[in-house]
C-alpha cells in the first residue's frame, strides 16, 4: 500500500529493523524508563522469534507490518499469519466453525497481537506526533494484504481502547470481552486493601494466605539480576505441567527462558515457592510502567491456596510495593473476583473478507457488547468491596 510518500512494508523476521527503530515506535516512552508495557517491546517480541516459539511449525508466521513517510518510519506492528485460534485468548472457533459450516475457509488468517499473551496494550506502534497516519496506514496495510492473499479475516486483539474506537472509526468490527483486574487505590499495603473489603471476604482471604504460607516452605520474589538460570531450569517444569494441561503442549520454547534470563530479566518478577531446598511451584510477571502482569503459573506439587498466593496476593503486594496502579492478572477467571480482581472490558478489532459473514458477526457483537456490559455491572456489585465505606469494621 503506498500513497504519495507513505508506505507500508511486510516483515518476514524483526532482524530486518533495527532495534531502536522498532522501539522508537513501540515504546518510545521508555527513553525515561520503564514502556508502559514489556510486550511489544523489540526485546520481547525478537525473543519469542529467535527461540522458536513462534514461526516455524507454530501456527504464528511472523509479518510484521513497517508504515514509513517517506525515509522515516512512522509505525509497526506486530502481525502474524495464523493457522488456528490458539494463544490469542479472544474466542473466535465459533466464527471459523460458521464459516466453514457454510463452505468458507476460516484459516489462515492475519492477527495483530502479542502471541501467547491477554494484556490489554497498543498493537498500532506509532511514533509520538503520527498516531492517527501511523494507525491508519498499518489498518489499510493490514487489511490490503489480507484482501491480496484472499484471506478469511484480520483480527487486532487486546488493543487499547483509544485504538478500538478509532478502528471502529475506520470501520472495523468493534468486540468487547472481560478480563479481571486488581486496581490499587492508593494502598500503603495490604492491610490497607483487606480493609476496603467486606468482613466475610477479608477473613477468607486472610484464611487463604495463611493456609498458603504454612505449605512448609520459602517464597520468594526475584527480579533483575536476582534471577538465574537455574531458576529457569525449575520454572519450566512448572510451565510444561500447566502448559500440558491446559493446551496440549507449551507455547514457549525452553529457549525463550533462556532469552529471558538474556534480555528480559529487569521486566520480569519471578515468584518462586521453594520447599526443602527444592522449586516446587512458581509464578511469572511482567512489569509494566504502571501495571504489573501475571503470565504463567505452575507446580509439581499441590498445595492448599498456593495458586492464589503466588499468582494474586503476591502480585498485590508486590504492585502496591512499587506502587503500581493495576495488576492484570490474564485471561477468564471469575475465581479471582472474590479475591480483589473486578471485571473490566477488554477490547479487539475485527475485519471479515465476506460482507454476509462481517455483518452477521456485526449483529453478534453487538448483542455481545450489551451482555459483557450487564455481566461487569453486576458482577462489580458482587465483588468483595464494602459497599458503604463509613461502616464498622467488625
Same mark, same amino acid.
Not at 520474589?221 to 539480576?225: D, S
Not at 528480559?264 to 518462586?272: G, K, S
Not at 458482587?382 to 468491596?385: D, E, S, V
Not at 463509613?390 to 467488625?394: D, I, L, M
Given at each position: 500500500?503506498?500513497?504519495?510518500?507513505?508506505?507500508?512494508?511486510?516483515?518476514t523476521?524483526?532482524?530486518?529493523?533495527?532495534?531502536?527503530t522498532?522501539?522508537a515506535?513501540?515504546c518510545?516512552e521508555?527513553?525515561?524508563?520503564?514502556?508502559?508495557?514489556?510486550?511489544?517491546?523489540y526485546?520481547?517480541?525478537?525473543?519469542?522469534?529467535?527461540?522458536?516459539?513462534?514461526?516455524?511449525?507454530?501456527?504464528?508466521?511472523?509479518?510484521y507490518?513497517?508504515?514509513?513517510q517517506?525515509?522515516?518510519?512512522?509505525?509497526?506492528?506486530?502481525?502474524?499469519?495464523?493457522?488456528h485460534?490458539?494463544?490469542?485468548?479472544?474466542?473466535?472457533?465459533?466464527?471459523?466453525?460458521?464459516?466453514?459450516?457454510?463452505?468458507?475457509?476460516?484459516?489462515?488468517?492475519l492477527q495483530?497481537a502479542v502471541?501467547?499473551t491477554p494484556?490489554?496494550?497498543r498493537?498500532?506502534?506509532?511514533?509520538?506526533?503520527?498516531e492517527?497516519?501511523?494507525?491508519?496506514?498499518?489498518?489499510?496495510?493490514a487489511?490490503?494484504?489480507?484482501a491480496?492473499n484472499?484471506?478469511?479475516?484480520?483480527?487486532a486483539t487486546f488493543?487499547?481502547?483509544a485504538?478500538? +474506537?478509532?478502528?471502529?472509526?475506520?470501520?472495523?468490527?468493534?468486540?468487547?470481552?472481560?478480563q479481571?483486574?486488581?486496581?490499587?487505590?492508593?494502598?500503603?499495603s495490604f492491610?490497607?486493601?483487606?480493609?476496603?473489603?467486606?468482613?466475610?471476604?477479608?477473613?477468607?482471604?486472610?484464611?487463604?494466605?495463611?493456609k498458603?504460607?504454612?505449605?512448609?516452605?520459602?517464597?520468594e520474589?526475584?527480579?533483575?539480576?536476582q534471577?538465574?538460570?537455574h531458576?529457569?531450569d525449575?520454572?519450566?517444569?512448572?510451565?510444561?505441567?500447566?502448559?500440558?494441561?491446559?493446551?496440549?503442549?507449551?507455547?514457549?520454547?525452553?529457549a525463550?527462558?533462556?532469552?529471558?534470563?538474556?534480555?528480559?530479566?529487569?521486566? +520480569?518478577?519471578?515468584?518462586?515457592?521453594?520447599?526443602?531446598?527444592?522449586?516446587?511451584?512458581?509464578?511469572?510477571?511482567?512489569?509494566?510502567?504502571?501495571v504489573l502482569?501475571?503470565r504463567?503459573?505452575?507446580?509439581?506439587?499441590?498445595?492448599?491456596?498456593l495458586?492464589f498466593e503466588?499468582?494474586?496476593?503476591?502480585? +498485590?503486594?508486590?504492585?502496591i510495593?512499587?506502587?503500581?496502579?493495576?495488576?492484570?492478572a490474564?485471561?477468564?477467571?471469575?475465581?479471582?473476583?472474590?479475591?480483589?480482581?473486578?471485571?473490566a472490558p477488554?477490547?479487539?478489532?475485527?475485519?471479515?473478507?465476506?460482507?454476509?459473514f462481517?455483518?452477521?458477526?456485526?449483529?453478534?457483537?453487538?448483542?455481545?457488547?450489551k451482555?459483557?456490559?450487564e455481566?461487569?455491572?453486576?458482577?462489580?456489585a458482587?465483588?468483595?468491596?464494602r459497599?458503604d465505606q463509613?461502616?464498622?469494621?467488625?
Open positions: 500500500m503506498s500513497s504519495q510518500d507513505l508506505s507500508v512494508t511486510v516483515l523476521s524483526l532482524s530486518e529493523i533495527d532495534p531502536e522498532w522501539d515506535c513501540a518510545p521508555a527513553a525515561d524508563g520503564r514502556p508502559m508495557d514489556p510486550f511489544t517491546t526485546r520481547f517480541l525478537s525473543a519469542l522469534e529467535d527461540s522458536g516459539s513462534v514461526g516455524g511449525r507454530s501456527g504464528w508466521d511472523p509479518r507490518l513497517m508504515a514509513q517517506g525515509d522515516e518510519v512512522i509505525a509497526v506492528a506486530p502481525l502474524y499469519g495464523k493457522h485460534s490458539q494463544g490469542e485468548y479472544i474466542f473466535d472457533h465459533n466464527w471459523a466453525h460458521a464459516l466453514e459450516q457454510a463452505g468458507g475457509r476460516y484459516y489462515p488468517k495483530i502471541p501467547f494484556a490489554t496494550g498493537r498500532f506502534l506509532t511514533k509520538p506526533g503520527f492517527a497516519v501511523g494507525m491508519s496506514a498499518l489498518v489499510q496495510g487489511v490490503q494484504l489480507a491480496n484472499e484471506l478469511s479475516s484480520l483480527h488493543c487499547t481502547e485504538e478500538a +474506537i478509532a478502528g471502529a472509526q475506520m470501520g472495523l468490527l468493534h468486540r468487547v470481552t472481560t479481571y483486574h486488581w486496581v490499587n487505590d492508593g494502598y500503603g492491610d490497607d486493601f483487606l480493609a476496603s473489603l467486606s468482613s466475610r471476604k477479608r477473613k477468607n482471604i486472610r484464611k487463604e494466605r495463611a498458603a504460607q504454612a505449605f512448609g516452605g520459602t517464597i520474589v526475584l527480579t533483575g539480576n534471577i538465574e538460570p531458576h529457569w525449575a520454572f519450566w517444569v512448572f510451565y510444561q505441567d500447566t502448559g500440558a494441561r491446559k493446551w496440549g503442549s507449551p507455547y514457549l520454547t525452553r525463550f527462558f533462556d532469552l529471558a534470563q538474556e534480555r528480559l530479566r529487569d521486566d +520480569i518478577a519471578l515468584i518462586m515457592c521453594k520447599l526443602d531446598g527444592q522449586y516446587v511451584a512458581g509464578a511469572m510477571n511482567l512489569i509494566g510502567r504502571e502482569y501475571g504463567y503459573w505452575g507446580c509439581i506439587q499441590d498445595f492448599p491456596c495458586h503466588a499468582c494474586y496476593y503476591q502480585a +498485590i503486594d508486590f504492585a510495593a512499587q506502587g503500581l496502579k493495576r495488576v492484570e490474564g485471561a477468564q477467571g471469575e475465581h479471582k473476583l472474590a479475591r480483589g480482581y473486578l471485571p477488554t477490547h479487539s478489532l475485527h475485519w471479515i473478507a465476506d460482507q454476509g462481517s455483518d452477521a458477526v456485526a449483529r453478534y457483537l453487538e448483542a455481545e457488547r451482555a459483557v456490559d455481566d461487569i455491572e453486576i458482577l462489580t458482587y465483588g468483595p468491596f459497599k463509613r461502616e464498622e469494621q467488625q
